[in-house]
């Protein structure tokens, strides 16, 4: 018997015209040289400058100004130690100077892959049987900074997906920092982190258990302060600050579509980019619906595995997992509490799969090893590709092998549904082998998804094309749940 899988004709590739605007600095010698030009201009030469400038871009950004407004103030503060004189501009004379530290930034232009897709909070105005999704994606632009993007479409009642369009600008959010840390938590991060004992008790010690982030600045100012700042002190109180901008909540503009909306590089530890979020729709004991996304930030040295929370996909809130089973990659939260408790896959030695339960969101100690790669096509690692699915039979997992030539297949797993530490059954063939068109790419031979849903006894999978696009499969449940059973 085999499992027929029905490859979709959806397909997502980068568009390079989705741009943002980024802050633009080209050293501080350079800025300098470049604000004392603009403040030496006639006014009637800014307000041509300004005018050709906002013709040329207004209609490629929404709040254009208010974004060269944004970036005036940074730049001022950048300069802030400098001779400049920054009283008395003319409102023309901040817009210009914010334009000169701006740039488009094309946040997709290299890759747009790794979906996960979850049902949309709103279900309204569908036909009978179908199901409205939101789809996230990893966006990768120039130097390789990837960034979470959203888009919506509808399952019908045959499995078959129509999505809309996107929309015609690309918004970042307002980023919001009001983050209370526990101390304890934060100590024992920092301990994971191997930062100095001595520089933490030092730094976090004097703090209530209870702290903001204004609290740790003014305790590392005092710190640095002091005779004894060497380079190693320098370096450990840097990872401290690294790991409390970790913490941020964003919010969206409620007049923007999610197709609108780039989750971009926030704090320092995802500087070169947020990596393949797994979404999952999770409802809590008593009916409640929370919106969870586990991903993985990059700072280009070190990874720091995060988490996202929304209930609407315009206020996420963003935070730090910590414990033994939060690190490495390849993190995901099952859909409910098992037992009582939050359960979630990961993958910390980078070879096998393991599993955890915990009663706090956050914390993810004492993991258990679950799957070992056991078939030749799975023989380098075996880890999950999203959340599982719950059916009357077990967890259905997805589940990504890699074997001979780093070739990604993408597999399938059942774990016991009240012990899920328990495999039940597990494909001895891989569900799907990238084909000739999916084998080439940006990293070639590679298939893999972020996160898949059930509908109307189908499971409906979007996966990653060779780290370049995206497409889409579904497979009949009960034929593929038989399979895996199979002795």
């Keep these: 018997m085999r499992v027929i899988v029905d490859r979709k004709p959806n397909r997502f590739y980068p568009n390079f015209k989705r741009v943002i605007i980024r802050f633009f600095h080209n050293g501080l010698e350079r800025s300098q040289g470049l604000v004392k030009k603009v403040l030496e201009m006639q006014d009637e030469d800014v307000e041509l400058s300004l005018s050709q400038t906002l013709r040329d871009f207004a209609r490629r950004h929404r709040n254009l100004t208010k974004k060269f407004l944004k970036h005036y103030e940074k730049a001022k503060e950048l300069l802030s130690g400098t001779s400049i004189d920054f009283k008395n501009l003319t409102e023309d004379k901040k817009l210009l100077i914010g334009s000169y530290f701006s740039m488009e930034y094309s946040i997709e232009s290299a890759a747009f892959f790794n979906p996960s897709m979850v049902e949309s909070p709103d279900q309204t105005g569908l036909e009978e049987g179908a199901k409205r999704v939101v789809v996230s994606f990893r966006a990768t632009g120039e130097g390789h900074i990837s960034s979470i993007v959203f888009h919506t479409g509808v399952i019908d009642h045959n499995g078959n997906l129509a999505f809309e369009e996107s929309g015609r600008y690309v918004d970042q959010p307002e980023v919001v920092r009001r983050h209370h840390y526990n101390k304890k938590r934060f100590i024992n991060k920092l301990r994971e982190m191997n930062v100095d004992k001595s520089i933490i008790s030092l730094v976090i010690e004097p703090l209530e258990e209870k702290f903001i982030y204004g609290d740790l600045l003014k305790s590392v100012n005092q710190a640095l302060d002091s005779n004894n700042s060497n380079e190693a002190k320098k370096r450990a109180i840097k990872e401290i600050i690294w790991l409390a901008d970790s913490h941020y909540e964003i919010k969206f503009s409620r007049d923007t579509d999610i197709s609108e909306r780039v989750i971009f590089p926030v704090s320092y530890t995802?500087?070169?980019?947020?990596?393949?979020?797994?979404?999952?729709?999770?409802?809590?004991?008593?009916?409640?619906?929370?919106?969870?996304a586990t991903y993985t930030a990059y700072d280009g040295f070190t990874i720091l595995p995060k988490l996202i929370?929304?209930?609407d996909f315009y206020?996420?809130?963003?935070k730090p997992l910590h414990g033994q089973g939060a690190q490495n990659k390849n993190l995901a939260l099952f859909p409910r509490k098992i037992n009582g408790k939050y359960v979630m896959l990961s993958r910390i030695d980078g070879v096998n799969s393991y599993i955890g339960f915990s009663d706090n969101i956050n914390v993810w100690d004492k993991p258990v090893k679950i799957q070992e790669p056991y078939y030749p096509w799975e023989y380098i690692q075996i880890g999950n590709c999203g959340a599982p699915e719950e059916t009357s039979a077990g967890w259905l997992l997805i589940t990504h092998g890699v074997g001979p030539m780093r070739r990604y297949c993408l597999g399938a797993s059942l774990l016991d549904l009240n012990d899920p530490t328990k495999e039940i059954g597990r494909l001895k063939e891989p569900l799907l082998i990238p084909n000739e068109e999916e084998r080439e790419g940006y990293v070639p031979n590679v298939v893999y998804s972020c996160g898949s849903i059930i509908h109307n006894d189908k499971i409906i999978i979007p996966y990653g094309l060779s780290d370049t696009g995206a497409g889409f499969l579904s497979v009949e449940l009960d034929g593929l749940i038989e399979k895996l059973l199979l002795p």
């Design 309 to 311: 929370v929304t209930n």
């Design 270 to 292: 995802e500087r070169k980019g947020i990596e393949d979020a797994r979404f999952v729709r999770f409802v809590d004991d008593n009916g409640k619906v929370t919106y969870y």
């Design 315 to 318: 206020h996420f809130e963003v």
